[in-house]
């Protein structure tokens, strides 16, 4: 159903959202991955990428705060005072 489209364009899009299949230098090919949160750090969490063939790491990926958050403002960024009007 998903398989229709074809391209690096389309790969692009979804890479920093979930990584379904990644290349395990073990098995010698393209397996599932399974996310694990590895590490949690003030501005960052640290996710790792497990073959679930074989279990070993394939990969890693950083998650930012400012990616979660986009509202928060940038520390160092905040020479003015912005005032926020609800209405
Ligand atoms: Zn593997």
Known sequence: MSQYQ???QQQSQFENFTASTLYCEKCRAATPVR???LL???DREIFDY???ECGSSVGKRE?????KMKAEPMP????QRIPIRLR
Request: charge should be positive; glycine fraction near 14%.
């Open 76 to 79: 160092g960024r905040t020479r």
């Open 40 to 42: 949690v750090l003030p």
């Open 6 to 8: 074809h391209g690096p």
């Open 35 to 37: 996310e694990k949160l």
């Open 63 to 67: 998650v930012t705060a400012g990616e």
């Open 50 to 52: 497990l073959c679930t």
